[in-house]
Every structure is written in structure tokens, then in C-alpha cells.
């Protein structure tokens, strides 16, 4: 009777494990907080951001002697960025780490539903990186980003386009995926107030190379600018090909391209040269950033996209334990909506929604030497 | 419509096409042969993009100069480690299978394209890589403004592309080893009654297929410059689609399916619409099959009775 | 001793080294060389190492199979490979009539228990059997190599999802809707393309899963694109399992007036998916009893044969494709109401590939075999998160050993037995 | 061939066959005799087994019909697996409706439902399948096979069930497979799988059974019972028998009228008496200097082909 036992087994080896892992979920004097984020699948690169920076907080905060002497615990999760996974993680992370707050949850798809399991179990949650609205718009107490809106950055985007580029023909492009989309939609909704239509609206595939097709589509629409709502994956190849086929249309796009891998993608220096994007204030500027940064690259890591927001969120998450000595969704969700905390992003603050309240997002601009400076 | 936009628009679907095209010969080869479909193709090509860059960086590395030499080495190594793991993968995972059912083979194949996947992201980083651009040539027709172009390199991969197709093909129907391969094709028991050491000429058949591979994975690498753990999965979809839309099993089919799909993908993202182009190539390829059930080039089944 | 003759060392020694070279060969560049830019970073210490474990290992195993109990396991593991199929003894076990209702009531005992983490990932592994039930009467029964079955689960799952939110259904009344609904969507995608033999339906059905999946994710203002879509969970007569009513009910835990736990949402959906699971094995096993599970079997065993004995082969064909994607479609439902949110990035290529694995290592046709192989498929992913980004390779690898070792599945099918004439069973 | 004023069960006119450039068939006519056992015969290549195809409906002849008498009315074998749709009949709603649900429904099993079984020469049994499971399948157009009483076992539903048991179970025992009722039918020895066919074909409950080379590798002694067995279902269960075999012997001792092809033609048409000195036959089998060899009394000595030389 083998299927019997096997199901035994199965049983037992819940069992056991549930209470092996509830018994030492609360070891005395530590604290707990989940990083998830996508560790496999096609966002990996992402989920590894996000550990980096939230390790090398918990790092510095306990070297800086913990939380009211408690130390800091990273748990990784991985979820693939797939709902499915996130919702595991999730319930995980509850369940058997038994962590106190979580900085998490790269895709917004992944965001969305871990939420609800948070929210679920009165734990706090603070996204380094989800952009879509629709993360803070459910109403939810314990729901907060250090990132800002696709909405705040999109508008921003289409300000400069409109009134600094004085573009007359825009082509947006996006990913076809939340963020992508979300940020090429709300660029163009504040387009249109503006009294801009876009002249082209198409999407691509994630994971594709050749865009040829499409760039020709966009030299044939005659653009002035072409807006990417997307990765660096495919933002590299995509203005790679457009300057191939001699289009010298400004190419637009938002914070995702921000890292080195760019121009890795895009095959060079010579193609990012004169390239816009959207990002938030360039933490170099600040001393807490510059001393991080340094920390970083000591330990021979050059912090890029979303490190330094999962540092931020670390940052943001124990400051609220410390101020209200505890780690109850409630008391910590008040006092980040009434305090401003002070990270390696520079002081910020949240509105009711659990949204920043300064949406710090200000235009780059790539030179031929694949660096990026502040306009 | 300007006709420069329309000849670019054709151009571009070549290019993608051809590049199908050669991934499919191995998807078709390994099918026309064993009849199973080898999901870790796409892998292996993802596997010779990321040999490329490697091969690249050590030649550079030691100071050598020559562009062309350097190509060569890197195309010839590729090819040839690219073949080793075409031959490895048969042996580990599909040999063991043969004569089970016909499933099998499938699931081995998707848990090894999961194993390459998930191999080369933990010894290589999720990150995105890339190369710097070695050929940047480009042949204009046309004005300053209204023109018709295409690249060194693309040429390289339209001529890459039916020249393999040629010599494959050539190498099939004429030499000694093709005649083992279309026997084993045919039937495998008598093919081995007959003298034929099956089990080789299976493996020479992935060893092939992969090289083909590694040809087209060097080749893309230098046009594209950029690529990462997971490119060979809707790539590798797509191949397979091009091979069965051209009649599986044959060589002209597989290249002429690649150039059909691509040619049909560039000209529905350039003229309609990029978000459905997707659902357009897998529509076609449904009718095509409805209207012909073995695709453009693949012999009529005949129902035995 | 005399075991230790017969061991030929050099052999297993040449076996070895070749085994370690081409292991260089294949882990040499890709982990020895690790890309940084446009340079490389020296590891080759790891492909040496990977490659002395590969030539020892080969060499081990080299030297056991030429030992008398190596050669004896490997002649087994080539029998192994024959018959799949053995025919049931007419006499009933002894336990027969005890283990079902054990099994059913340790099931029902489970949700109180685990924790919730491990009843949702239970609750997942549920799934996965009705999909691998499902696609099982697809592959195992007809024989018609489906890659695209993911389709007919998004169908479920956007049924439940839509129907909340533009027509205010609740889950139990679009229970049966997402059913036939992803049975008619079955019927209307099989129709045409019925007629197809083996790898071409294949083809076509997984150009059919990546329409579905296309479609959904380009039709923004329909079904939310990439962002997706909420979907509601399950009530008891009105009362809900959140912490505050969101469908206009009450409570469960302020009707009862005990304290919430988010716990119990899982609970409820746990027996109720459990009950359909069950409901679903019965009506699959008695499918197989009927002419029409027969006819589908017949059908995979021999087309030409049937259609001489008079079954329409399309007819028969659509009614395993339209009952596949009712159960798929089912499953889809669950999945959505168990997420609470659905997006088309959980409707992928890989999903399908996953079921299929499923109902291809549970041994084709074997309804025991799919409830044993997606508890493994589901639960092992889990169980491994431990090894964070070594995960899916460790899946991946464990996969191919699990085929490799049973090539026909886990579980041997046996077919009925029927008595002698006259007399009634 | 006699006249007849009774309807053949089976006529066939001008049937022609066509693959690709060549013709398989030419302009074929012949009857089969309700309640008769006849066979087919001619040397390999004549177009034998493309005849069979037809009449069962595997292939779609290319032109010609093939007449079946269902009681009272008259079923064209050829027309029910879907004609080809042409450009003409959109003029004609009635026959361009009629092609179209044949397209799309018709097939072979339509010709087996009018009530043609057939056997196949490469046995094609449900190999993973029990013997009597087989049989049960052969039953399903006459058993309660509405899903929904399956599912809950309606009374209806068992007894049908019972029935069709009970039937498969008398059929093993005419064809002698009483004790490998719960064997593969797989894993059957040889004999054994053809008898199995045969049963299986039965089961059907067919007017007429078309037995494709029953006889191949079979011994002498099977040959003998396949013979009466053969002439037991004439008999006893009222077919009508249509075979093809190139066992000369089995053929003049069990057929009572033959019909042979050669080039895709009929050469002669009549009972085995008369097609034994058939000038026509014997040239088509010797080659045109036959006279040059002496026709065996019994017919089989005039046979090329060495697998019939194992006759009784």
C-alpha cells in the first residue's frame, strides 16, 4: 500500500517540519524581514538587486548595534515574479520564517497578491520597486513603496518630451508587462493633457531581440521621440536597432534601463549616447548615498537599479520598528504616514496611500561613455 | 505606404526569418530522426550565444587582434563545445529513453531545458550580457532620407543560413552518412540489422543539429550584442514553430518555414500591429496545418491501412 | 574477493577519464569563465572540480555494473523497460474497502493540522491533480498530445475572474459556469483541428495555449492585461472568509464570534476543492468503466480500428478534448480563487509542460500515478526553496532522473479483470 | 455469373481508383450475393487490398460508387466518407448540404455503422487492451453510452453493460479465446489475435464481414478450423463473408462465388469451379505461357506464389 504511505509520510513530514520551524521561528533578540523578489526565470537579475542592497542594510544596521539591540535577519524568497510563487512565498515567509515586515516583491503582479497575505496576517510590507498604482490603490493599511508611481513618473516623462524636447510626433513603445505598459500609458495620459497625441502605440515581447520590424514602423511614422515603457533587456537592442537603421529620434524611458547592463544591451556606449530617462534624485549627491556606495564597492559591488531602494526600504522598515519598538502592522503603518525617515535615498515621507509623498523622479541623460548624469 | 518602408519591412523579416530558419534545422533534424521534439534546443543555442562571449574575451585577452581570425576561432570552438553538449544531452537523457513511450523523451527534454536554463544562471549571473559590436557594416540603397538597408552581419546570417541548409542538405541526400541517416529515419531495426550503428548516427544527428545551433547563436550574438539565460525559450518556440509550418523532417521546409514565420511576423508588426503579431504567426501556422497537415514541404502522410 | 576479479579497473579507469574530460568540456568555459562586461573572470577551478566528480562518479558506476549485483540491476533496469500494463487479479485486496475511506478522512483531518503555509501549498498540489486528471483523459486516455492545456485553465480562472467583476457572480455559480464554459472553448478550438494526428495536434494546441495567454494579456481594458485581475474568494451560505466582508456578506469569524485567522479562508477552500478532487477521481474511474472511456483508450491504441468498428474518431476525440478542459477549466477556477488575484504570467508554456510531466511520470492513463506525481511535481519546488537559486535546477535535474528511471511512470497500470459469463460482478 | 433477382448486398460500379499517376483501379464491377461467402483473389499488386479499402471506406475512391443494401434502402459506401466540395454544387443546395455534412462528419465509420466489419492484414488489435475489452469497444454503437448514466450508474446502464458482457463473452467462446478473456490482447500468440479480430469484428453486429488475408501465417490446422469457423458465422450469425486470401486452398474450399483482379481489373467473376479453368485467371497467375503447365485438379497447383503452397 504504497500510496498509503506515502501519504503518511507526507503528513508526518508537515507536521514535523511546521513545528520544527514554529519553534525556532522566534529565536530571542532577532528580527526577522522578508526580501522577496525574483531569484529565477527571466527577472533574476532584479531579485539579486534586492538582496544585495537588504543584506548590505541589515549588515550596517546591525554593525550599528540592531534595533533597540535586536539584530536583523534577511530572509530571501524567490518568486519568479509569477503570482503563483509570490502567493507561496508569501504565505511562507508568514507561516514558517515567521518574519516581522517584508521589503518585497519585485513584478507588481507578484506585489498585488502577496499583499493580501500580508495584510492577512497584520505584517507590513514596503515594495523597493513596484510601480503600477494599483499596489497602493486597494486600500490596504500596511501596504507601502520606496518607489514612485508609474503616474508621477510617467507625467514627468511627458513633461520634458512636451515642453524641453518640444516633441510634436511621440511613439511610444512598451513591454506588453505591468510595469512596462503602465508607465507608456500614464506618459501619454499626461501627454494628451498636455495637448500631445502619440503617433504610434505598440508593444513587444519580453525576451525577443529583433525589433527591426517595429523601428521600421517608427521610421515610417516620422517620430520625433520614441518612448520606452520597459527593461533594460530590451530597451538595450531596441535603441540599438533605431540608430542602425539611422533614426536619431531622443529615445525616452523610465527608471528600469537604469543600470550598466544597458549598455551592455544596447552593444556599447555609442548607442545609450544621448539617451533620456526618468529616475529618482541621484543618490551620489547625498553623504549617507556616497558613504553606502563606497560600502558597496569595497565589497566589490557596484550598486546599480534597485539596490539601493531595497537598502532604502530596510532603512525605512527599521526605522519604524525602532521609533515604535514593535512590529505591529498598525502602529508602524501610523507612524510612517506621520513621520519622514531619513535613507540612503534621502528623507522621505508617505502619504495615506503608503505612496511617497515627493515623487523625486528628475531626467537623466546618458553620455557616450555609458554613464548617466542629472540634467 | 513608401516602398522603401515595405522592401525594409521585408528585409527585416529575412533576417529574423534566416535565423529561425537555422535553429529549425536542428528542431527538424532531431525530429525527422527520432521523432521526438527536443525542447532543449533552444538551450543549447542560448548555451553558444553565451560561448561566443566567453570564446570572444579569452581570444582578446591575449592580445590578438586579427577580427576575422578571432571570429573563425570562436565560431569553429563554438561549434564544436556546442556539439559536445548536443552529444552529452542525448546520452544522459534521452539514450536511456529510447524504445519507452513517446512522451518520455518530451518531459526529459523540458527538465533538461530547465537544467541548461538554471545551469548557466548560476555559473553565469542572471544579469544581461552582451559583446561590443565587431562588424558594423551597412549596405544603403536609396536617398539620404528614404533608403533601404541592411547590415554586414544580417547578409552574414541570410548566407550562413542557406548555405547550412545547402550543405545539410547536400550531406543528407548524397554522402554515406546521409543515406545512414535517412535509413535510420526510416526504420531504425532494420537500419541496425543492416549494419548501421544507430546509436551514432543519432548521436552525429544532435551533434549536427547543435552545431547548427552554435552557427546561428555566434551569429545572432554579433547582431543582436546582447543576450541572457533565457533567450533560447521563445526563440526556441519559435524555431520549432517555423520547422513544423515547413513540414517537419525536411531540411528546405525548416529554413523555408523560418523565413514564411519571419517574414509574416515582420510584416503583421510593421503594418498592423506588434502587440498580436505573436497570435498572427501561431494563427497562420494553425490554418497552414488545417489546409496541409504536414506542412509546406513535408511529404503527405499516408494512412496505412 | 572473487567479486574483485571479474572487475576489470582499467576499463572503469578509461570510462572515467573520458567521462571527466567531456565534462571539462561542457562545464570548462560556461562555469570556469564567468563573463563580467566584455571581460572574463577566471573560475576554472569549478569546472575541474565538476569534472573530477563526473570522471569518479562514472568510474564508480563503471565498476558496479561490472560487478555481479551492478550487472544484475542494470539487466533488471533494461526489463524494467517492457510491459506497462499488467491486468488486476479478479480477487479484491483485502484492504481495498478500508483504504479509500481512510484516505478520505485523513484528508479531510489535513487542514487542521498543517500550517497555513503547508495547506497552501497542498491546496496547490490539489490543483495540479485535477489538471494532471484532467490532461489525463487528453494524453493518457485518448492519446492526443496536448501542449496548450494551460489555455482551458485560464479560461477557468478569467471566468471567475470576469464574471465577479462585470456580471457580480459569485464563486459558486460560476463554478459550473467556468466548467462548461472551458468545455465549449474545447469544443470550438478541437473541431477544427481534431483530425490532426500526433505532433501536429501538438503543435496547434500549444499555438492555441499561446493565443489564449497572448490575447488575454493584449486586451488591456477587457481582462486588465498584465495587470491583471482580482478574483473572490469562495463563501459558505453568504459568509466570508476575510478579515472585513468584501461581496456584501458577513464575516465567517464575526458570525461565530471567535477571533479571525486568515487561516480559515484556506480551510474552506481546501474541502471544498478536496470534495471536488474526490468527485472528480470517481467520475474519471467510472469514465474509464464506460463506453466512453473505453472508446478513448481504444482510440490511442488504434485510430484505423476504431473507425472500422464505427466509433467517429472526431466525436470521440472532442467528447476526452471537451472533458479535459471542463476539469482544466474547474481547476482554473480554484486557482483563481486561491490566488485572490490572476494575471496571464501564470498561464505560460512551462504551466502546460508542468502538467504534462505530471500525467507523463505519473505512467499515462494511471489515475493513482497523476495524484502521486503532482504531489511530487508540486510539493517538491517547495521543499527545495532551501537551495534559493539552485532551485529550479535542482527540479530540472530531478526530472530528468525521475524519467530516466521510470520511463513508462511511476505507477504500473492495471487494467480491469471481468468475470466469467453469467456471472454478475 | 447466374442472374439474380434478389438486390445484391453489395454492388459495385465503375469503381476507379487513382494515386497520383497511377491507376490502382480501372472501372471495377462486381456483386456480392446477400448471405454469401465470397473471395477476392488475384496476384500481389492487383489491386486487391485497394478494393477492400474502398468497400470499408479507408479510401475514397476517385470515381464509381459502390452500392450497399440496408434493408429497404440503399446507402452509397463511397458518398458517405464526404465527396469532394466543388464549385458546381453551389447551384444545388440539397446536394451541396449533403456533401458538406459528409465532409464534416462522414468518415469510415459511417460504412461500419450501415454494417460492414472488416479485419485488417496487419493484425490491428487494441494491443494494451484485455481481449473482451476489446470486444466491449466493437459494442459501443449498441450500448447505452450516455455519459451521464455511466456516471451515475443507472439501472439502464448496467443492464446494457451486462448485455454487452454477456455477448463478448459468447463471441470468445465461438471463436475458442474462452480462458484469455482477461489476457492483453497484445500478448495473445498469433492465432489467437487473428480469431480475436474476427470476434472483435463480429461484435459490430455486421451484415457483412470483410476479411482481409485471414489465413496469413496461420498453419494448416488453423487454416482448417478458420475454414469452418468461417462458414459457422455464415450459418449460424447470417453474414456475409468477403475475403481475401491467397491460400488457393482455403479460397475453392470455402468461398462459393470468386471475384479476380489483376492490373486493377477483373479478369473473371464466377464460383471456383469455373474461375479453375479460367484461361484468363491462369494466364494472369503463369504468365501468358500457362499452357505450357497443367491446372492442378483441386486449383492450386496453378499458383506463383510459394506461400500457398502449405494448403490442406
Known amino acids: 500500500m504504497f500510496k498509503l504511505s506515502l501519504r503518511k509520510y507526507l503528513v508526518l513530514t508537515c507536521v514535523i517540519g511546521a513545528v520544527a520551524l514554529a519553534g525556532n521561528a522566534n529565536a530571542a533578540g532577532t528580527i526577522k524581514i522578508g526580501v522577496a523578489g525574483p531569484h529565477t526565470g527571466g527577472y533574476a537579475a532584479f531579485g539579486e538587486q534586492f538582496w544585495r542592497g537588504a543584506e548590505q542594510a541589515a549588515k550596517d544596521i546591525n554593525a550599528a548595534g540592531g534595533i533597540n539591540g535586536s539584530m536583523i535577519k534577511v530572509v530571501k524568497a524567490d518568486d519568479a515574479c509569477e503570482p503563483k510563487q509570490a502567493v507561496s512565498v508569501a504565505n511562507r515567509l508568514m507561516d514558517v520564517d515567521r518574519v516581522q515586515a517584508v521589503a518585497g516583491h519585485y513584478c507588481s503582479s507578484s506585489t498585488i497578491p502577496a499583499s493580501e497575505i500580508y495584510d492577512d496576517a497584520g505584517v507590513l510590507v514596503m515594495t523597493p520597486g513596484s510601480t503600477n498604482p494599483k499596489v497602493t490603490e486597494r486600500g490596504m493599511k500596511g501596504v507601502f513603496r520606496m518607489c514612485g508611481r508609474d503616474d508621477q513618473q510617467g507625467a514627468v516623462a511627458a513633461n520634458f518630451i512636451i515642453n524641453k524636447l518640444k516633441a510634436k510626433r511621440v511613439a511610444v513603445i512598451h513591454d506588453k508587462d505591468s510595469y512596462g505598459q503602465g508607465l507608456a500609458d500614464a506618459m501619454i495620459a499626461r501627454m494628451k493633457q498636455l495637448g500631445v497625441s502619440e503617433v504610434l502605440y505598440e508593444g513587444l515581447t519580453r525576451g525577443e531581440k529583433d525589433f527591426n520590424s517595429l523601428v521600421t514602423k517608427v521610421k515610417s511614422v516620422k517620430a520625433d521621440v520614441v518612448f520606452f515603457g520597459g527593461l533594460h533587456t530590451e530597451a538595450g537592442p531596441l535603441v540599438r536597432q533605431l540608430r542602425e537603421q539611422g533614426i536619431s529620434a531622443a529615445f525616452v524611458s523610465g527608471d528600469a534601463i537604469n543600470s550598466a547592463d544597458f549598455v551592455t544591451a544596447a552593444g556599447g556606449p555609442r548607442y545609450v549616447d544621448g539617451v533620456y530617462m526618468t529616475f529618482g534624485q541621484d543618490p551620489l549627491t547625498l553623504k549617507t548615498g556616497r558613504d553606502v556606495i563606497e560600502k558597496f564597492r569595497a565589497s566589490g559591488y557596484e550598486p546599480e537599479g534597485y539596490t539601493l531602494y531595497s537598502y532604502a526600504t530596510v532603512q525605512a522598515l527599521t526605522a519604524a520598528m525602532d521609533a515604535t519598538n514593535s512590529t505591529d502592522l498598525d502602529k508602524m503603518a501610523d507612524w510612517l504616514h506621520s513621520h519622514s525617515v531619513n535613507t540612503v535615498l534621502g528623507e522621505k515621507s508617505w502619504d495615506s496611500k503608503g505612496d511617497l509623498k515627493v515623487s523625486d523622479f528628475v531626467m537623466y541623460q546618458w553620455d557616450d561613455k555609458g554613464k548617466f548624469r542629472q540634467l | ?305 | 574477493m572473487s567479486l574483485q576479479q571479474k572487475i576489470s579497473l582499467r576499463k572503469a579507469l578509461i570510462d572515467g577519464f573520458w567521462s571527466g574530460l567531456l565534462a571539462l568540456v561542457i562545464f570548462g568555459p560556461i562555469s570556469g569563465l564567468v563573463l563580467q562586461g566584455y571581460e572574463v573572470r577566471n573560475e576554472l577551478i569549478r569546472p575541474l572540480l565538476m569534472a573530477l566528480l563526473v570522471g569518479g562518479g562514472r568510474f564508480l558506476v563503471s565498476c558496479f555494473a561490472q560487478s555481479e549485483k551492478g550487472k544484475r540491476y542494470v539487466d533488471g533496469l533494461a526489463g524494467k523497460r517492457g510491459a506497462g500494463v499488467t491486468v488486476a487479479s479478479l480477487k479484491k485486496g483485502k484492504y481495498q474497502y478500508l483504504v479509500i475511506p481512510v484516505l478520505i478522512l485523513a484528508g479531510l483531518c489535513l487542514p487542521f493540522v498543517l500550517g497555513k503555509y503547508w495547506l497552501t501549498v497542498v491546496i496547490l498540489a490539489l490543483i495540479y491533480v485535477l489538471l494532471g486528471l484532467g490532461l489525463n483523459i487528453v494524453v493518457g486516455l485518448a492519446g492526443m498530445l496536448d501542449l496548450g492545456y494551460v489555455a482551458f485553465y485560464a479560461v477557468g480562472a478569467y471566468t471567475l475572474a470576469m464574471g465577479a467583476q462585470y456580471f457580480h457572480l459569485g464563486f459558486w455559480t460560476l463554478l459550473p459556469i467556468a466548467g462548461i464554459g472551458a468545455a465549449l472553448f474545447g469544443a470550438l478550438l478541437g473541431f477544427p483541428v481534431l483530425r490532426m494526428h500526433g505532433d501536429y495536434l501538438a503543435i496547434v494546441t500549444l499555438g492555441f495555449g499561446e493565443i489564449i495567454r497572448l490575447v488575454l494579456n493584449n486586451l488591456l481594458d477587457i481582462t486588465g492585461g498584465p495587470n491583471g485581475a482580482s478574483a473572490p474568494p469562495p463563501t459558505l451560505f453568504g459568509l466570508e472568509f476575510t478579515r472585513r466582508a468584501k461581496q456584501g456578506g458577513i464575516p465567517f469569524h464575526e458570525y461565530f464570534h471567535i477571533s479571525y485567522s486568515p487561516t480559515y479562508k484556506y480551510i474552506f477552500i481546501y474541502l471544498v476543492l478536496f470534495t471536488i478532487v474526490c468527485l472528480m477521481i470517481l467520475f474519471v474511474t467510472r469514465l474509464k468503466q464506460m463506453p466512453m472511456g473505453r472508446a478513448w483508450e481504444a482510440l490511442r491504441e488504434d485510430e484505423i480500428a476504431c473507425r472500422s468498428l464505427g466509433i467517429n474518431h472526431v466525436t470521440v476525440k472532442l467528447s476526452a478534448f471537451m472533458m479535459g478542459a471542463m476539469v482544466g477549466g474547474t481547476a482554473g477556477m480554484f486557482f483563481a480563487t486561491y490566488q485572490g488575484f490572476i494575471n496571464p504570467s501564470s498561464f505560460t508554456f512551462f504551466e502546460s509542460a508542468l502538467i504534462l510531466a505530471i500525467v507523463v511520470l505519473g505512467g499515462l492513463g494511471s489515475t493513482v500515478g497523476v495524484i502521486i506525481a503532482a504531489l511530487v511535481l508540486t510539493i517538491l519546488p517547495e521543499v527545495l526553496r532551501d537551495f534559493a537559486e539552485y532551485r529550479v535546477l535542482m527540479f530540472g535535474i530531478a526530472m530528468v532522473l525521475m524519467m530516466v528511471w521510470k520511463p513508462r511512470g511511476l505507477i504500473r497500470i492495471k487494467r480491469r479483470a471481468f468475470n466469467a459469463k453469467g456471472v454478475t460482478s | 455469373m447466374t442472374t439474380e433477382t434478389e438486390t445484391p448486398l453489395l454492388a459495385v460500379r465503375n469503381l476507379s481508383m487513382r494515386f497520383g499517376g497511377i491507376l490502382a483501379l480501372n472501372n471495377i464491377n462486381f456483386d456480392i450475393k446477400q448471405g454469401s461467402i465470397s473471395a477476392m483473389i488475384g496476384p500481389n499488386g492487383a489491386g486487391k487490398t485497394t478494393v477492400f479499402n474502398c468497400i470499408t471506406g479507408f479510401y475514397q475512391a476517385t470515381s464509381g460508387s459502390i452500392y450497399y443494401q440496408d434493408g429497404d434502402s440503399t446507402i452509397n459506401l463511397v458518398q458517405v466518407l464526404g465527396e469532394k466540395l466543388h464549385f458546381k454544387y453551389v447551384l444545388n443546395p440539397r446536394q451541396l448540404a449533403s456533401r458538406l455534412y459528409y465532409k464534416m462528419f462522414g468518415g469510415s465509420h459511417l460504412v461500419a455503422q450501415a454494417g460492414v466489419a472488416r479485419t485488417f492484414q496487419n493484425i490491428r488489435l487494441f494491443r494494451e487492451m484485455t481481449a473482451i475489452e476489446n470486444l466491449l469497444v466493437a459494442q459501443h454503437m449498441q450500448i447505452v453510452r450516455n455519459p451521464i448514466s455511466g456516471v451515475f450508474k443507472t439501472p439502464a446502464f448496467r443492464r446494457s453493460e451486462q448485455a454487452a458482457i454477456d455477448r463478448a463473452h459468447t463471441w470468445l467462446e465461438v471463436v475458442g479465446l474462452e480462458d484469455d478473456a482477461n489476457r492483453l490482447a497484445g500478448e495473445l500468440p498469433y492465432g489467437h489475435q487473428r480469431r480475436l479480430e474476427i470476434a472483435r469484428a463480429m461484435s459490430t453486429g455486421p451484415k457483412m464481414i470483410c476479411l482481409d488475408e485471414p489465413a496469413a501465417g496461420l498453419n494448416p490446422k488453423e487454416t482448417e478450423e478458420l475454414s469452418n469457423l468461417i462458414r459457422l458465422l455464415r450459418d449460424q450469425h447470417h453474414v456475409t463473408v468477403l475475403l481475401i486470401e491467397h491460400d488457393m486452398g482455403m479460397v475453392m474450399d470455402v468461398s462459393e462465388s470468386i471475384v479476380v483482379l489483376d492490373h486493377g481489373e477483373v479478369i473473371a467473376e464466377g464460383t471456383p469451379h469455373e474461375i479453375e479453368n479460367n484461361t484468363a485467371v491462369l494466364a494472369a497467375y503463369l504468365g501468358e505461357d500457362y499452357s505450357t503447365t497443367v491446372a492442378a485438379p483441386d486449383g492450386t497447383g496453378a499458383e506463383g506464389n510459394p506461400q500457398e503452397t502449405n494448403n490442406s
Open chain 2, 1 to 305: 505606404m513608401d516602398s522603401y518602408i515595405i522592401g525594409q519591412q521585408l528585409l527585416n523579416g529575412l533576417t529574423l526569418g534566416s535565423i529561425y530558419g537555422l535553429i529549425a534545422i536542428g528542431y527538424t533534424m532531431v525530429y525527422g530522426i527520432i521523432g521526438m521534439i527536443n525542447f532543449a534546443h533552444g538551450d543549447i543555442y542560448m548555451i553558444s550565444a553565451y560561448l561566443t562571449a566567453i570564446i570572444l574575451a579569452v581570444i582578446f585577452s591575449f592580445g590578438v587582434t586579427s577580427l576575422p581570425f578571432a571570429l573563425l576561432v570562436t565560431l569553429l570552438l563554438t561549434m564544436v563545445i556546442t556539439g559536445v553538449y548536443g552529444w552529452a544531452i542525448e546520452r544522459v537523457a534521452y539514450r536511456p529513453l529510447r524504445g519507452s513511450t513517446r512522451l518520455a523523451p518530451l518531459i526529459s527534454a523540458i527538465g533538461m531545458s530547465l537544467v541548461l536554463q538554471n545551469y548557466v544562471q548560476v555559473s553565469q549571473g542572471a544579469r544581461n550580457q552582451g559583446i561590443p559590436i565587431l562588424i558594423d557594416g551597412v549596405v544603403r540603397l536609396g536617398g539620404e532620407e528614404q533608403f533601404v538597408q541592411i547590415t554586414h552581419i544580417q547578409i552574414l546570417i541570410v548566407l550562413a543560413s542557406f548555405i547550412g541548409m545547402g550543405v545539410l542538405t547536400y550531406i543528407i541526400q548524397k554522402t554515406s552518412l546521409g543515406r545512414q541517416c535517412r535509413a535510420t529515419q526510416q526504420d531504425q531495426k532494420m537500419a541496425a540489422i543492416l549494419g548501421i550503428n544507430t546509436n551514432r548516427i543519432i548521436s552525429t544527428v544532435f551533434v549536427i543539429g547543435s552545431a547548427m545551433a552554435a552557427l546561428a547563436g555566434v551569429l545572432v550574438t554579433l547582431n543582436y550584442g546582447s543576450f541572457d539565460f533565457y533567450i533560447g525559450f521563445i526563440i526556441g518556440i519559435k524555431a520549432f514553430t517555423a520547422a513544423v509550418l515547413g513540414g517537419i523532417g525536411s531540411l528546405p521546409g525548416a529554413m523555408l518555414g523560418g523565413i514564411v514565420l519571419g517574414m509574416s511576423e515582420g510584416l503583421f508588426a510593421g503594418f498592423v500591429s506588434a502587440d498580436y503579431k505573436d497570435v498572427f504567426a501561431f494563427s497562420l501556422l494553425v490554418l497552414v496545418l488545417i489546409f496541409r497537415p504536414s506542412g509546406l514541404l513535408g511529404k503527405p502522410e499516408i494512412e496505412k491501412v
